[in-house]
């Protein structure tokens, strides 16, 4: 037999040199079972485990487990980014409508779109007889516009290449009357207002377009096919997120997207409800949007 585990407690502040009567003997206050226990494990000590390492299944259902948390993070972060340039496109697309608004209130006139070589400057300068009205840019440089990339035009909210540059175009309508100085006022709103050959169409789809990459192209009429508009004065878009691909189906190939066309550049515009085959944005500018301007301005009637 071991003999009887004995263990002395010294209350706080005291040591060795403490009161000897203060001191008492702990196997006098513990209970019989902790006695034992304590005999016990003076006797004979529990072992401790040896150290195990992850085994490879186990590792593996870790990094499982943490590739899934981590692609369930990245995936929410590209569809925010999407939206985050989704809205500056938008944002871009109605500056660029208030900019042409403003030109043709200081300038009696629109300015035409820039060409694809003219860095940004509408074209011809001054205006008249627009060398592309219906596949030609915002030209940023004639608007004064910013930001712009290194050949001068606007870049919508996609990214930096020739592909996402900002569309503009405009009608030719009454011997081009929007884009030549004093023409609105020589003509009048009332003849103005009135649909007329060279006026912009948009239409919510493009399926069955009649005479599409002509001049008279226009909506198709059945009824489940829509007009957006038949005369607007000038439609400004971007080529959305795919900008540089044609979509798949037949609503993209009617906006113009140089130097891949694959519609003749025409009057006729889409704007399709977003989704896999669409993804252009497009803002419209219509003649009472444009006159109620010109009016409040003091240039019309
Ligand atoms: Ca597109
Ligand atoms: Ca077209």
Redesign the pocket.
């Known amino acids: 037999m071991n003999p009887p585990f004995r263990q002395r407690r010294l209350f706080p502040g005291q040591g060795h040199g403490g009161m000897p009567g203060l001191e008492f003997d702990a196997t006098l206050h513990e209970s019989a079972p902790a006695r034992n226990r304590m005999q016990t494990s003076t006797a004979s000590p529990v072992p401790i485990p040896a150290a195990r390492g992850f085994t490879l299944i186990e590792l593996a259902i870790v990094l499982f487990v943490v590739g899934l948390l981590l692609g369930g993070m990245l995936l929410p972060l590209a569809g925010q980014q999407d939206i985050r340039n989704f809205g500056d496109t938008q944002k871009i697309l109605i500056e660029s409508r208030d900019a042409l608004l403003g030109f043709a209130m200081a300038n009696d006139r629109l300015p035409c779109p820039a060409s694809a070589a003219s860095n940004g400057v509408e074209s011809p300068a001054g205006g008249g007889a627009c060398t592309n009205p219906y596949d030609g840019f915002l030209p940023a440089a004639t608007l004064g516009l910013s930001p712009v990339d290194a050949q001068g035009y606007r870049l919508d909210g996609w990214g930096g290449e020739a592909a996402h540059r900002v569309r503009y175009a405009v009608s030719t309508a009454n011997a081009n009357a929007f884009t030549t100085q004093n023409q609105m006022k020589s003509i009048g709103m009332t003849t103005l207002a009135a649909v007329a050959a060279g006026d912009l169409k948009v239409c919510n789809t493009g399926t069955d377009m009649a005479s599409e990459g002509t001049a008279t192209a226009a909506c198709d009429t059945t009824p489940t096919d829509t007009t957006l508009a038949a005369d607007a004065v000038a439609v400004i878009y971007s080529?959305?997120?795919?900008?540089g691909v044609e979509?798949a189906g037949d609503h993209?190939k009617h906006n113009s997207s140089l130097p891949a066309a694959v519609v003749a550049a025409d009057p006729a515009f889409v704007n399709a409800p977003q989704g896999p085959a669409?993804?252009?944005q497009m803002l419209w500018l219509s003649k009472s949007a444009l006159f109620n301007r010109m009016v409040a301005a003091g240039r019309l009637p």
């Open positions: 080529l959305g997120k795919n900008a979509g993209e669409f993804d252009d």
